[in-house]
């Protein structure tokens, strides 16, 4: 009894330690990033607060330059350290960024005889964080000059934000037009690509690898392939000028820049979830063809009373994926598309976050793209079911 207890022991540990991997990986990944997300959705988090005073100098070089000072010249470190200003030299010379309190503590407790002194000796001729150069001359109120970032707990105001943000608004409805639209669209296409495939009495393979290959091609190299296609003077609009057709041009224009980055996005993915309509259609019983041809069952019946019905599965699963992927598409709308009219909530939440350092308001948006991602996959299982009964 005792053995067989520590050998289920002794497999649940090694079962753990061979996992481990993934588990931090998915808890340094994935986990912790969700939670730290819903924190700063009610902060006003702004990461380049984190990186405030982080600049690295040459004092010896500074001093020189703004101050006329050279080490070689100095002789009474004593009356320099008294008639020099050292707030001035951090604030105006340095562009060390102090509040006034922090300027009354660099008066009050910077040790400049210390500084000067180690001047002297060549101490800081070399390159130096400044922060951490100033905080080393503070002495016990090192700590008080430069305390932790911490961000400001603000409740619901990022989410109040949200209702009068018109760019949040436009940005939520583009993705929401990219998913209707892109989803349908690649399903049936996906669905027909496979049933086409399946059909084949030959060359089954090429099939399946000219159409799978754009999915597991480099998102930023097809940006760039069609990129070129889509310019002004790309080969898209030198084809349609042979027909007589003036040049379009389309990224720019917000009426076709979202459709044309939704065609490219169809073409990508399509090819993807034909392998998984593939494998649906192998599970399906041929009898019931073999029944269907017998009765006289005309191929378009056939499509949509046997197959299709039998593929609800898959279709369950390439509709939530592509949902979830289409919400959340970002580097096609970052590659193709100049303006805001056309960009997607996800390219929206990298605007806001990077580009102008809200990342609170960032994270307040991601946490509504979570919910409503959440809510429509469960609306999705509950009216499209996986099996006929």
Not at 20 to 42: A, D, E, K, M, N
Not at 101 to 121: C, E, H, P, W
Not at 194 to 202: D, T
């Amino acid at each position: 009894m005792r053995s067989g207890l520590r050998n289920r022991i002794l497999e649940g540990m090694y079962g753990y330690l061979f996992t481990l991997p993934v588990i931090v990986g998915v808890l340094v990944f994935t986990i912790i990033p969700i939670f730290r997300t819903f924190y700063f959705s009610v902060t006003d988090y702004n990461p380049l607060e984190t990186q405030k005073n982080l600049m690295t100098v040459n004092i010896q070089d500074e001093l020189l330059l703004n101050r006329d000072i050279d080490v070689a010249q100095i002789t009474d470190i004593k009356a320099l350290a008294d008639s020099f200003d050292m707030v001035a030299f951090l604030a105006d010379d340095l562009l060390l960024d102090l509040t006034e309190t922090q300027k009354k503590l660099v008066a009050s407790y910077f040790d400049k005889a210390a500084f000067f002194a180690d001047l002297a000796r060549g101490k800081l001729n070399e390159n130096r964080e400044l922060k951490s150069l100033v905080t080393a001359y503070m002495g016990p109120h090192g700590k008080e000059l430069f305390p932790a970032y911490r961000p400001l707990f603000t409740g619901i105001k990022n989410y109040i934000r949200m209702i009068g943000d018109q760019y949040f608004w436009i940005s939520l409805w583009n993705a929401v037009q990219f998913a209707l639209i892109v989803v349908t669209i690649q399903t049936m296409l996906a669905i027909i690509l496979a049933v086409a495939a399946n059909s084949l009495s030959g060359g089954v393979q090429i099939f399946k690898i000219l159409y799978f290959i754009p999915s597991i091609t480099s998102s930023s190299a097809i940006s760039m392939i069609f990129l070129m296609i889509y310019f002004k003077t790309g080969l898209l609009n030198q084809m349609l000028g042979t027909f007589g057709f003036e040049p379009v041009d389309w990224l720019n224009n917000p009426a076709t820049a979202l459709p044309a980055v939704m065609a490219m996005n169809i073409w990508t993915t399509a090819g993807y979830f034909m392998i998984t309509f593939l494998a649906g259609l192998k599970g399906i019983p041929l009898e019931l063809y073999e029944s269907a041809e017998i009765e006289g069952a005309p191929a378009s019946t056939v499509f949509w009373k046997i197959t299709v019905p039998l593929l609800r599965p898959q279709v369950l699963y390439v509709i939530v994926m592509g949902t979830i992927g289409c919400l959340q598409v970002f580097d096609q709308i970052y590659y193709l598309i100049p303006n805001l009219r056309n960009r997607t909530i996800a390219y929206y939440i990298y605007h806001v976050g990077f580009k102008y350092g809200e990342m609170g308001y960032a994270s307040a948006i991601a946490v509504i793209l979570f919910v409503i991602i959440l809510a429509i996959t469960m609306l999705q299982r509950r009216f499209i079911k996986e099996s006929l009964v």
